[in-house]
């Protein structure tokens, strides 16, 4: 009878173990390596050219002129990076990094580049991502190995745009977490404020609150062996890819942006990051905006305030 118990009981840890393993691969590739991952280009600047008729002309003028122009970098893993850039309409020391969303590329990002270069008259500097548009990469790596990437751009950005050069980094959703983590960096004097907009406190968390919305699932044993295995294929893990842990770091000025009817990324999530920050930061809660959509209902407004946060330290 107690070797019965014994086989059973065995049996039992075995599957679940089995399990426990299988499912923390499938999340892995479910979550980092989705076939929905920002590659078609055109059809993303069909997508601008109609969610956003106010860029047309621009991107227009900037195709006539060509003066939207190709970059690449090599990281320090030897992937292939991407870059589109441009110049504002006279030299100006002000440019801005501008960092996209999860299945997003440098492309679903234009309108931020608008707002930048067309009204404000920056630089802009728009990476693609690992795994996204026109870099390589196997796997999104959720803003922890990227914020090393953008670290790496802005350590070029003398090079295309002078060494007098002054940089805003801006991200949106994956690219609003990248930002905070990489605001967490010893970076160079020149870049001087970051704007998150409906980024998450942590990949544990974000991903905690997706297993249970798709799939109905704690975060017990599932998560736990997600996060192991990302640290075994990608030498980091979902709990140090933490956006509250390196915004503590930060002394450089933050302004934070998120929808009150945000249930993406959850905009609870936001307070919890503007209280971990020490100051200077300034935070807008945008009335009726869901997940990355502030900019869109609210263009003229968003684009003052993005003007007003920036230049008050841009301009020193």
């Known amino acids: 009878m107690k070797k019965k118990t014994a086989y059973i009981i065995g049996t039992a840890i075995l599957m679940l173990t089995i399990f426990t393993i299988g499912g923390g691969f499938y999340m892995v590739n479910y979550a ?3 076939d929905n991952r920002g590659k078609d280009m055109q059809a993303s600047m069909t997508y601008m050219r109609d969610t956003y008729p106010q860029i047309n002309e621009w991107i227009d003028s900037l195709r006539q002129h ?12 030897g992937i292939s990076l991407h870059a589109f850039y441009a110049y504002a309409s006279r030299p100006s020391a002000k440019t801005a990094v501008i960092i996209h969303g999860y299945t997003d590329n440098a492309i679903r990002m234009l309108h931020i580049g608008y707002l930048y270069n067309h009204s404000l008259d920056y630089n802009v500097l728009l990476p693609d991502l690992r795994y996204s548009g026109l870099s390589d990469g196997k796997a999104f790596q959720m803003g922890w190995l990227d914020r090393l990437d953008i670290r ?3 350590d070029t950005a003398p090079a295309l745009f002078g060494d ?10 994956m690219g609003a977490a990248t930002t905070m983590m990489l ?8 870049v001087q404020c970051f704007i998150e907009d409906c980024g998450y406190t942590s990949v544990w968390e974000q991903f905690k609150k997706e297993l249970h919305e798709q799939f109905g699932l704690p975060a ?3 998560l736990y062996a997600a996060s192991g295995i990302c640290d075994l294929m ?7 890819a933490s956006s509250v842990t390196q915004i503590k770091k930060c002394t450089k000025p933050m302004f934070f942006i998120h929808g009150n009817q945000d249930d993406f990324v959850p905009t609870s999530m936001v307070y919890q990051l503007y209280d971990s ?18 900019y869109l209902l609210y263009p003229s407004e968003y684009t003052e305030r993005v003007k007003s946060f920036s230049e008050r330290y841009l301009s020193n």
């Open 32 to 34: 980092l390596s989705p």
């Open 66 to 77: 060509q003066t939207l122009k190709d970059t690449f970098i090599t990281s320090s893993d």
């Open 152 to 154: 790496q751009w802005i």
């Open 164 to 173: 007098s050069l002054r940089i805003v980094v801006h991200g949106i959703s």
């Open 183 to 190: 605001s967490g960096e010893n970076l160079p004097d020149y």
């Open 220 to 222: 017990f044993p599932l």
């Open 234 to 240: 990608y030498k980091w893990n979902f709990k140090e």
């Open 277 to 294: 920050k020490p100051q200077p930061k300034d935070l807008w809660i945008v009335p009726e905006a869901g997940h990355a959509a502030s």
